[in-house]
């Protein structure tokens, strides 16, 4: 009986190691062809999110850029003479708290500044001395710091000279009155 057993147990044995070689083989035909396909599913992926995310980036990159250039042709195309923000802050100093300011009005404020800034010291230029002294300084800037007092002489100048207008006028008016009355007793001397 032993060996009928034996020769069973052989026969189980030599199934069972079919058995498990051929569910080695599958299993590692399976687990080798899973880590192909996952090894070349994780390199496409990896490829893919590599070509995405440089696409992402250079997308990204073209943004920034483009935003950049904007902002730099803006920065390069405005040269402006003083840094922004303190014209800001000078400007809002002496606006009411409720208005705000737009991006174009900081720019072209800045830029007065700038050529006033420049007629000022055209001015100055115009003295022979190498030393500018405070005197100079006021004789140049008057007509920016009088302003309200020029426009307050220049109002009362036109309204002088309208005056003289409505007298040269009345003037006038009574040149030919009196013309006329001389003209016309000329001609009456001349018909008698």
Do not use: W
Not at 112 to 118: I, Q, S, T
Request: hydrophobic share 25%.
């Amino acid at each position: 009986m032993l060996d009928h057993n034996d020769e069973e147990y052989k026969e189980l044995d030599e199934d069972n190691t079919e058995n498990s070689t051929e569910e080695l083989n599958t299993d590692s035909n399976q687990d080798s062809t899973e880590e192909l396909n996952t090894d070349s599913n994780q390199d496409s992926t990896e490829e893919l999110n590599t070509d995405s995310t440089e696409e992402n980036e250079e997308e990204l990159d073209a943004d920034l850029e483009e935003e950049f250039d904007e902002e730099g042709e803006e920065d390069e195309g405005e040269d402006l003479p003083f840094a922004k923000a303190e014209v800001v802050r000078l400007m809002k100093r002496n606006l009411d708290k409720d208005k705000m300011i737009r991006e174009r009005v900081k720019v072209e404020m800045n830029k007065f500044l700038g050529e006033v800034l420049e007629r000022v010291c055209e001015q100055l230029n115009d003295y022979p001395y190498t030393t500018i002294e405070y005197e100079m300084l006021k004789e140049s800037i008057y007509p920016y710091t009088n302003i309200k007092r020029i426009n307050e002489e220049k109002f009362r100048i036109l309204k002088h000279l309208e005056a003289i207008k409505a007298d040269c006028d009345a003037l006038t008016m009574d040149v030919k009155k009196s013309l006329k009355l001389k003209d016309v007793d000329d001609e009456s001397d001349e018909i008698f």
